[in-house]
């Protein structure tokens, strides 16, 4: 009986980490055409979208102070997002290069995005930061690699555009990342890809995590806990 049950239980793993209906998905509505980067998310491009909530700590525990909008669409060649993201005190890097890429920049305020269109190899994934005044950095991330953090050196070409509102305390982030960089398939309405969301908040005495999909580690990167993201035309009708 133990072999059968160890067995029963290995198959209950494996369904689980391929992608069962229990995960969590954001639905990416198209757009007929590119537009430029905007930050305003009651423009007609951005409310056309559906949003999720980035809204617990990276143990599932719900962080309502920093509940963090999230918005995106897709054309024919990009996949965008926006981030909304209420703060308290930011921790930025001093004399910030927006021109070049910024690595390490996950030591400073951050919104990312960690996506990735291969499920037989869920340690493979690109990872996507904007910092709130616009520097940035893309990761080629393989975790088989002892250090993961050497794919900085990947371009994807991805776009970002940031502004903070010291007066609302938000910082906003948008993101046009290039399709052909994250996924060899043609894009069309259904592709599904594994994706999760992230912030760090605030200096590091008190960095506050903030999740779309808990990773319950200390760590972002456990890819076990994603999500899915799926290209849709137009949202479904809620139930």
Same mark, same amino acid.
């Given at each position: 009986?133990?072999?059968?049950?160890?067995?029963?239980?290995?198959?209950?793993?494996?369904?689980?980490?391929?992608?069962?209906?229990?995960?969590?998905?954001?639905?990416?509505?198209?757009?007929?055409?590119?537009? +430029?980067?905007?930050?305003? #998310?009651?423009?007609?491009?951005?409310?056309?979208?559906?949003?999720?909530?980035?809204?617990?700590?990276?143990?599932?525990?719900?962080?309502?102070?920093?509940?963090?909008?999230?918005?995106?669409?897709?054309?024919?060649?990009? &996949?965008?997002?926006? =981030? *909304?993201? +209420?703060?308290?005190? &930011?921790? &930025?890097?001093?004399?910030?290069?927006?021109?070049?890429?910024?690595?390490?920049?996950?030591?400073?305020? $951050?919104?990312? $995005? =960690?996506?990735?269109?291969?499920?037989?190899?869920?340690?493979?994934?690109?990872?996507?930061?904007?910092? +709130?005044?616009?520097?940035?950095?893309?990761?080629?991330?393989?975790?088989?690699?002892?250090?993961?953090?050497?794919?900085?050196?990947?371009?994807?070409?991805?776009?970002?555009?940031?502004?903070?509102?010291?007066?609302?305390?938000?910082?906003?982030?948008?993101?046009r990342i290039p399709l052909a960089a994250?996924?060899?398939?043609? #894009?069309?309405?259904?592709?599904?890809?594994?994706?999760? &969301?992230?912030?760090? %908040?605030? #200096?590091?005495?008190? %960095? %506050?995590? *903030?999740?779309? %999909?808990? +990773?319950?580690?200390?760590?972002?990167?456990? #890819?076990?806990? =994603?999500?899915?993201?799926r290209l849709v035309e137009k949202p479904?009708?809620?139930?």
């Open positions: 009986m133990n072999g059968l049950a160890n067995i029963v239980l290995l198959m209950l793993f494996v369904s689980g980490v391929a992608g069962g209906s229990d995960q969590a998905v954001i639905e990416s509505i198209y757009a007929t055409q590119d537009v +430029p980067l905007h930050l305003d #998310p009651t423009s007609d491009f951005w409310r056309a979208s559906r949003p999720v909530y980035m809204d617990k700590d990276g143990f599932g525990k719900i962080v309502p102070r920093y509940r963090t909008e999230v918005r995106t669409r897709w054309t024919k060649s990009d &996949l965008y997002f926006l =981030f *909304v993201c +209420p703060y308290e005190e &930011l921790h &930025l890097k001093p004399s910030p290069n927006t021109q070049k890429e910024t690595n390490e920049l996950w030591n400073w305020d $951050v919104a990312e $995005v =960690f996506v990735g269109s291969d499920f037989t190899n869920i340690k493979r994934y690109k990872e996507f930061e904007i910092s +709130p005044q616009g520097e940035w950095v893309d990761l080629d991330i393989d975790l088989g690699k002892p250090h993961h953090e050497d794919g900085w050196a990947w371009n994807s070409g991805f776009e970002v555009k940031a502004r903070i509102d010291q007066g609302t305390h938000t910082w906003y982030g948008a993101m994250i996924d060899a398939r043609p #894009p069309v309405v259904g592709n599904t890809m594994r994706i999760n &969301l992230f912030r760090s %908040q605030g #200096p590091p005495s008190y %960095q %506050q995590a *903030v999740t779309w %999909q808990p +990773p319950m580690n200390d760590s972002f990167h456990v #890819p076990e806990r =994603f999500g899915l993201i479904a009708e809620k139930e």
